[in-house]
């Protein structure tokens, strides 16, 4: 049986040239899994695979060409030989999907191949993921046997607030998707997040070795102050850049304004005081960006310091990631829930660098930190890319705690 990582999309940077209606357009050859996701809803919805790429090719174009755009309706009346090269481009990313599309007839179209290619490649890889959950689902159901869930009644709710990417992407193909949900479905039960953590990363068995370079890894990003991104590929902090700088860049591809905006629309659906929320991302998109950052560091703050005992001395800042951490940490084992560890593992570090100490302000740290801000010791200007991780990480809190 093929590995996990040969089914893995790999990051693709290359860009391809399409031609409509005798004008040459150059568009990215990534196919995101917000790409896949748009893709078989569409092939479901219509069985149409002509417009269900199209859509896809169109979706880049608009982004990159705005009102240079050609009609949806061209870029379906294309001929399938202008296909040619993003097709191959995006197969070539993934060795199971080149060895799938390799063996389809080529006497169909090529778009009719694609189509074919990737609903067998979406089903073979929807049996991995049950097959790598299994051996860990049945530990963890010995360990909870004697557990009563039947509070959790509010399960569904948490299961559409979170709208897993995968789950979602599989809509249409009913045996993969049913098996998927009930085999997620005791993890949705401990932590709220764990299906959206299985759809973005794979969960391999893997050796000892590899988990410590994952684990590391997610925890460098953090480190630099980088959550993980609600909409990059599976493996993008699989491995960790060369430097700081690299890495900045390698992440704000992910961050655009149409990013920014589906992250605001997610956290508005999210339980928040939505008038702070609203005065972050008025400050945000006014330029205003220390403003914002305040604003964040306050909802990030109240969320934490809500978590602990009213009768207790509720923590605040560093002490209170400390608690959080210690809290998340009792229901997320490493063993069991390796995937929610990388993700705790990350949070937990992007969190300890923002709220790190001043240590009496002598250096200010490149990453950006709620003491130097807070207390007006800040010599470098907030920046953008500050805010936007700041909101990402508030984002991805707000996914592990409860509503």
């Not at 490649?121 to 049950?130: S, V």
């Not at 979170?162 to 949900?181: F, H, S, W, Y």
């Not at 700088?245 to 339980?271: G, R, V």
């Not at 490493?334 to 969190?351: D, G, R, S």
Request: aromatic fraction near 10%.
């Amino acid at each position: 049986m093929s590995t996990t990582e040969n089914f893995l999309i790999q990051h693709n940077d290359k860009k391809v040239h399409i031609t409509i209606k005798q004008k040459e357009y150059e568009i990215s050859a990534h196919f995101s899994m917000s790409d896949s996701k748009r893709y078989l809803a569409e092939l479901v919805k219509d069985n149409d695979y002509k417009r269900a790429i199209a859509v896809i090719v169109h979706d880049k174009l608009n982004r990159d060409y705005g009102k240079e755009c050609p009609l949806l309706q061209d870029v379906i009346d294309t001929d399938d030989d202008a296909y040619s090269n993003y097709i191959f481009t995006v197969v070539e990313t993934s060795r199971e999907l080149q060895k799938i599309f390799d063996v389809i007839d080529d006497g169909s179209s090529i778009r009719q191949r694609f189509s074919i290619a990737y609903k067998v490649y979406m089903d073979r890889l929807g049996e991995q993921l049950i097959n790598a959950v299994r051996p860990a689902l049945e530990d963890y159901n010995r360990l909870v046997k004697n557990i009563d869930f039947s509070g959790l009644h509010k399960l569904q709710e948490i299961a559409n607030k979170v709208q897993p990417v995968l789950l979602d992407a599989m809509e249409g193909i009913n045996r993969t998707t049913q098996m998927i949900a009930i085999a997620v479905q005791p993890f949705q039960q401990i932590a709220a997040s764990i299906a959206e953590a299985v759809s973005k990363i794979s969960i391999p068995t893997i050796s000892q070795e590899e988990k410590e370079r994952w684990e590391e890894s997610y925890k460098k990003w953090g480190e630099i102050g980088w959550p993980v991104l609600p909409n990059a590929p599976f493996n993008f902090f699989k491995e960790f850049p060369a430097n700081q700088k690299t890495a900045n860049k390698l992440a704000m591809q992910y961050c655009n304004t149409k990013s920014m905006n589906e992250l605001f629309e997610e956290l508005h659906k999210q339980y928040i005081k939505k008038s702070d929320l609203n005065s972050a991302i008025f400050c945000y998109k006014s330029k205003q960006y220390k403003a914002c950052a305040l604003m964040i560091f306050c909802l990030i703050d109240s969320k934490m310091i809500k978590l602990q005992p009213k009768n207790k001395r509720r923590e605040v800042g560093l002490r209170a990631t400390r608690k959080l951490n210690a809290q998340l940490d009792g229901k997320l084992s490493k063993k069991h829930f390796f995937i929610v560890a990388l993700y705790h593992i990350n949070l937990m570090n992007c969190l300890g660098t923002y709220f790190a100490g001043g240590n009496n302000f002598v250096k200010e740290p490149d990453t950006i930190n709620r003491n130097f801000v807070d207390h007006g010791m800040n010599v470098r200007a907030v920046r953008k890319r500050d805010c936007i991780q700041l909101f990402i990480t508030l984002y991805n809190l707000l996914e592990f705690l409860p509503s």
